[in-house]
T-cell receptor, first 116, second 109 residues
Framework: SAVISQKPSRDICQRGTSLTIQCQVD?????MFWYRQQPGQSLTLIAT?????????ESGFVIDKFPISRPNLTFSTLTVSNMSPEDSSIYLC?????????????FGSGTQLSVL | GDSVTQMEGPVTLSEEAFLTINCTYT??????LFWYVQYPGEGLQLLLK?????DKGSNKGFEATYRKETTSFHLEKGSVQVSDSAVYFC????????FGSGTRLQVQP
């Protein structure tokens, strides 16, 4: 199994500032994803973090707003830039395991972000 | 892209009632299907999964069968408990995960 450490677990930020969320996995994983869960809504995929190259963003999400790094197979960061109250959400890191089928899926505990 | 349609909640049941939460999906190829659960104040947890047609996933008394012909993966439980109160998400996995909108289940004693 993969153990994911995500931090911070929560933060309260001022409008216009930026926050970087870290995701550390205790083993090498093939794929890492960043999701957002807005209040009362389902999870929405922001992007797939690619090791050594630019992240792959989903429709409606852009690199300038959500820059992502993945320098190696165990670590990734998501930055929420120039925040507004609409960015208040839970942000989740998710990984697939390194087993043969890549069917195991794991989630971090999430980062609850509130923007004032 | 992939999509998931899940019955809207909240679903309110009495203890020991039968539960069905409907889920249908669209996806190319042969995706894996999952049900995730989010208990109050907790993170997401995998409840059960099925990776090919006609597979039945089961856990904690919950079951769901992968129906390729109807592109469905309905969640069922024969007798719900108060402790089953949570939000349930139907999920399709092609590459990344595509989540349904979630169904809140409230079980009353």
């Amino acid at each position: 199994s993969a153990v994911i450490s995500q931090k911070p677990s929560r933060d309260i930020c001022q409008r216009g500032t930026s926050l970087t969320i870290q995701c550390q996995v205790d083993s090498q994983v093939t794929m890492m994803f960043w999701y957002r869960q807005q209040p009362g809504q389902s999870l929405t995929l922001i992007a797939t973090a690619n090791q050594g190259s630019e992240a792959t963003y989903e429709s409606g999400f852009v690199i300038d707003k959500f820059p992502i790094s993945r320098p190696n197979l165990t670590f990734s960061t998501l930055t929420v830039s120039n925040m507004s109250p609409e960015d208040s959400s839970i942000y989740l890191c998710s990984v697939t395991g390194a087993d043969a089928t890549n069917e195991k899926l794991f989630f971090g505990s999430g980062t609850q972000l509130s923007v004032l | 892209g992939d999509s998931v349609t899940q019955m809207e909640g909240p679903v309110t049941l009495s203890e020991e009632a039968f539960l069905t939460i409907n889920c249908t999906y669209t996806a190319t190829g042969y995706p894996s299907l999952f049900w995730y659960v989010q208990y109050p104040g907790e993170g997401l947890q995998l409840l059960l999964k099925a990776t090919k047609a006609d597979d039945k996933g089961s856990n904690k008394g919950f079951e769901a069968t992968y129906r390729k012909e109807t592109t469905s993966f309905h969640l069922e439980k024969g007798s719900v408990q108060v402790s089953d109160s949570a939000v349930y998400f139907c999920v399709v996995r092609g590459g990344a995960l595509t989540f349904g909108s979630g169904t809140r289940l409230q079980v009353q004693p």
